[in-house]
């Protein structure tokens, strides 16, 4: 509804402002990439969530894009068909993109390894490949793989890779409650974080080493970085002097990982990002006109009004 207008005059013929702030105000809102790499979307669950993906993609862009494995979760659909709209929007979304001249990478994971016999051929323009070494724009080479090769190296329970430090807090706070009822009630100590102490150490100790094996094998292949999923454990990191990055997941992290136009590397937790995109586009009115919060209306019309005399 649009609010009534106290003033004889449109406010906003005096808010037009200079073409550049209008671009500005866009590009921020629309980011283009050099590169994305996204992977664990698990198209074909009930845990995918494709329409947190289909948003980071319509607002995102790229040159390029890396499908970095388990795209299409094919254990779970050989046990039950599970396929809404969504899942096929997001099929159709990155088909699109290679339509529009965007270069599409697809590497195989461990949950669409059938996809695996087309490597070295290609589908509606996506090449599929099992592993390749990117480029980056400042010349830095970074072996891109999914990461479920080095499952036969580390064996550990992969839900343990789930829990991460601030459960672990978490779970320092909830055990504190757990005593003090347990006492009330007479029954003996029993350490909750103890318990999962053990089983957080287990996790850590499983991401740590599946980080280490995956940039160790990169340095022996005279890389600078890896960039790989599987763990759904999004981070950047530095591990001795190689660069560890992972995309994380389309599950419960949402994130991607984008590669600017020079070279930088971030982490996009899409969730954070799309509320700050909302904000920026909350203080621009519509046609592109941006009303600054700062700087309140009357003060414009003033400012206008002294220009004009
Ligand atoms: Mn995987």
Not at 12 to 38: G, M, W, Y
Request: include cysteine; hydrophobic fraction near 40%.
């Amino acid at each position: 509804m649009k609010p009534s207008n106290p003033l004889p005059i449109d406010v906003h013929d005096f808010l037009q402002p200079a073409p550049e702030t209008v671009n500005a105000s866009e590009e921020t809102r629309k980011p283009k990439v050099r590169t994305i790499f996204i992977s664990d979307i698990h198209l074909g669950t009930p845990g995918c969530q494709a329409q947190a993906l289909l948003a980071f993609l319509r607002v995102y862009s790229s040159e390029q894009l890396y499908l970095v494995g388990d795209i299409i979760d094919g254990w779970q659909l050989r046990r039950r068909w599970h396929w809404p709209q969504a899942h096929n929007d997001v099929i159709q979304k990155l088909l699109r993109r290679v339509r529009k001249g965007c270069k599409v990478v697809y590497i195989p994971g461990n949950h669409d390894e059938f996809a695996r016999q087309f490597l070295g051929h290609s589908f509606g323009g996506i090449e599929v490949v099992d592993e390749v070494v990117y480029e980056a724009a400042d010349g830095r080479k970074f072996w891109v793989v999914h990461g479920d090769y080095f499952d036969g190296v580390i064996q550990c329970a992969k839900w343990l890779a789930y829990v991460g430090d601030n459960l672990y807090e978490l779970t320092l706070k909830l055990n504190r409650y757990l005593s003090s009822l347990r006492a009330r009630l007479g029954l003996p100590y029993w350490s909750l974080s103890r318990y999962l102490k053990h089983k957080v150490k287990t996790a850590v100790n499983y991401v740590t080493s599946f980080e280490r094996a995956v940039a160790m094998e990169a340095r022996r292949r005279g890389l600078g970085g890896v960039i790989c999923g599987h763990i759904h454990y999004a981070e950047i990191r530095d591990i001795d002097g190689i660069l560890y990055c992972n995309d994380g997941d389309w599950v419960e992290s949402l994130t991607a990982l984008v590669e600017h136009f020079d070279g930088t590397m971030e982490l996009i937790h899409w969730p954070q990002t799309e509320r700050e995109l909302e904000k920026i586009a909350m203080r621009t009115v519509p046609e592109g006109r941006v009303m600054p919060e700062t700087v309140p209306a009357t003060a414009k019309i003033k400012e206008k009004d002294e220009a004009l005399a």
